[in-house]
């Protein structure tokens, strides 16, 4: 029995692709390349980077789809976007802007400067309680939110911030305090902790 394209399950199209259907993987793209472009975006704010990543998240899929890497009893969205979120901490720490600050205890959780030393166990507990605190930035409001990417992802300083979002340096300050302010609250509500 003949199923339209748009009916068929991303399990269904994986399958169908690792038996040889091309086309199966293109329906896959086509499904899927928004969300996770929006993903990358938001994260990084540069759409030349944003593509680049995007296009190689796609790629690592593929190699990680013929080697047999793939969960089939995961969800292909969220799969891939781990993809690209591991992606995008590769890149910012070659830069080394992911994301680092010049102060205060309350940075302490986001130190995420590779330490060989690590084991894999700790690697992972690393990269949950990131995911976590990451997940809780997005709850900040908007402007704070904002200040606080802008500072810790891209490394602007307080003068660049002021500039971009047309508030004074006084404001652009009192917002990236609240923003880690809530977030300390948010965490501690969480009882999120990590040792370097």
């Known amino acids: 029995m003949f199923m339209e394209p748009t009916f068929l399950s991303d399990q269904t199209l ?4 690792l038996d040889g259907k091309e086309s199966a993987f293109e329906l896959l793209l086509k499904r899927h390349k928004d969300r996770v472009f ?10 030349t980077l944003a593509n680049d990543i995007f296009q190689e998240t796609f790629v690592k899929a593929i190699r990680t789809l013929k ?6 009893e995961g969800k292909f969205l969220p799969w891939i976007n781990r993809i690209a979120h591991n992606l995008i901490i590769d890149h910012f720490r070659r830069q080394k802007k992911f994301p ?4 205060g205890p309350d940075f302490d959780i986001f130190e995420i400067i590779p330490d060989q030393t690590r084991t ?3 690697e992972t507990i690393k990269d949950q309680i990131l995911s976590d605190v990451k997940k809780l930035v997005h709850k900040l409001p908007q402007d704070q939110k904002e200040v606080l990417m ?6 602007m300083s307080f ?4 500039e971009r979002t047309n508030v004074s340096i006084n404001t652009a300050l009192g917002r990236m305090r609240y923003a880690l302010i809530n ?11 990590y040792v370097n």
């Open 14 to 17: 994986i399958r169908q692709y």
């Open 38 to 47: 929006s993903y990358i975006m938001f994260t990084i704010r540069d759409e």
């Open 67 to 72: 080697k047999g890497g793939y969960n089939e």
């Open 100 to 103: 680092t600050t010049n102060g």
């Open 120 to 122: 894999i166990e700790e």
């Open 150 to 155: 802008m500072r810790m992802y891209f490394d």
């Open 159 to 162: 003068k660049e911030i002021a």
């Open 183 to 193: 977030l300390r609250k948010m965490v501690d509500k969480k009882k999120l902790t």
